[in-house]
């Protein structure tokens, strides 16, 4: 109890004094609120009063002919004309701090664990802190997944930035819990955003305990939210991350899913009158994500780091949709998760040959690269002639590579299949490697 007071009484604020200006209510369309009389900037946040005491929280996404534009962060129910709106806190900033680490909360940083309240003092612009390209330090050392495919074949660096691309109900989520559990990581801030609320309710239950507690933090937006609530919960996330570089630690964030991000940035885009440029996704919904992505990474001024994990769902299993070319095109890394694998009981269900990591050259010795990529090469040789083979129309001999991949093909499939729950180490995952290949997969 003490500890709460001290906490509030610690960092006293000025009172401000100066009258408090409001608007009114004018309009309300299809969840756009037009504001007359309030002069606030974009990003603001703003109560509605509605009568007996309570009120709304909306958020000021534009301006137009005088009027202020703003978009609830619930529902327009028992929101009515001429309703008096104020703006709160400061406009822009978000808040973070060590006071979210074990905790859960939402969009609005507020909790959802039934912990108690928070109370943080320290504020983390929304947009980030904009810093010049040569801020940015290289990847330089590699980062542990605890995944043995992962660490071997598509090793990955700290400060990396890496996606995790497939259609719906293949296995992202899965492979985020595991690569949530086995990560070697300071810090984790998970976003989950656009998800459904079971989902959040059993992430929380199996990682807000144990040991990893006390370095975890989740910010939680479910699907039945507003589209800027999913928008500013994933800001959120990033923003906290970000508070945690310029500490110098080493942050792990998790964001599932980035198209969750995109469907809310078309949503506010199509409302505000964009057109649809690329399948109905406005320009601005596309610019939001990229964003995102471009805040993590290595910072050379504080040491500290930011390795960027997003989900992205492919509609369809297409890897033609505009977010995920978006994505794939602005990250340093993906991975291709297949429905054809998953359907033959191979977890996780990663396509090795469609999977890439542009920073392991870097970040790998020689032997490691060509042990790497030994195993493609069969594994794609395998694939390419699969039903050549399950047909019975390949005749043995005819190609020695082919030969050799058909027979380690079960050797191959068990090195790539890995049970939830597990950890491999980067060292355990690089050893395995080359005593499967042996020595003709370091030539």
């Given amino acids: 109890m003490l500890r709460i007071f001290n906490d509030l009484l610690g960092d006293p604020q000025p009172i401000d004094l100066t009258p408090r200006r409001y608007g009114v209510v004018v309009a309300c369309d299809g969840g756009l609120l037009e504001v007359s009389g309030l002069s606030v900037p974009v990003g603001a946040l703003c109560r509605i009063s509605h009568g007996n005491g309570q009120s709304l929280c909306a958020e000021v996404i534009g301006f137009r002919n005088g009027r202020t534009l703003m978009m609830l962060l619930g529902d327009t129910v028992l929101l009515r004309p001429g309703a008096r709106v ?174 969750r991000v995109a469907h809310a940035g078309r949503e506010i885009g ?64 993906h991975i291709v998760l297949s429905r054809d694998l998953a359907q033959r009981g191979q977890y996780p269900a990663i396509d090795i040959a469609a999977s890439l990591s542009r920073v392991m050259t870097d970040i790998t010795s020689r032997d490691h690269q060509r042990l790497a990529r030994a195993f493609r090469a069969l594994v794609a040789a395998y694939e390419a002639n699969r039903d050549l083979v399950l047909m019975g129309a390949y005749r043995a001999g005819a190609d020695q590579q082919l030969d050799r991949a058909i027979a380690m093909h079960p050797a191959l499939v068990q090195f790539l299949t890995q049970e939830g729950g597990t950890v491999v180490t980067l060292e355990q995952s690089v050893a395995q490697l080359g005593a499967l290949l042996g020595p003709e997969g370091s030539r």
């Fill in 86 to 259: 104020r703006p709160v806190g400061k406009p822009g900033m978000l808040p973070v701090g060590e006071v979210f680490l074990g905790r859960a909360v939402d969009g609005e940083g507020k909790p959802i664990d039934g912990l108690g309240p928070l109370h943080p003092r320290a504020l983390w612009p929304a947009g980030g802190v904009r810093a010049g390209a040569l801020d940015r330090s290289p990847v330089r050392r590699s980062f542990d997944t605890g995944i043995r495919a992962l660490n071997a074949i598509t090793t990955f660096g700290v400060g990396q930035r890496i996606g995790i691309m497939a259609g719906s109900g293949v296995g992202k989520s899965v492979l985020l819990d595991m690569i949530a559990h086995g990560a070697s990581a300071e810090i984790v801030i998970v976003g989950l955003i656009g998800e459904r609320a079971r989902e959040v309710s059993d992430f929380v239950e199996r990682h807000m305990a144990g040991s990893k507690r006390a370095t975890t933090a989740v910010i939680a937006v479910p699907a039945d939210h507003a589209p800027n609530l999913r928008i500013r919960g994933a800001m959120l996330a990033t923003a906290m991350a970000e508070y945690f570089r310029a500490q110098g630690r080493k942050v792990l964030l998790i964001m599932d899913s980035l198209t």
């Fill in 270 to 333: 199509l409302l505000l009158g964009e057109p649809g440029a690329a399948r109905g996704y406005p320009p601005s919904a596309l610019a939001t994500i990229t964003k995102l992505v471009e805040r993590a990474g290595n910072s050379a001024q504080s040491g500290g780091s930011i390795t960027g994990l997003y989900t992205v769902l492919a509609d369809g299993d297409s890897q033609d949709d505009p977010v995920v070319d978006t994505a794939r095109s602005i990250l340093d890394g």
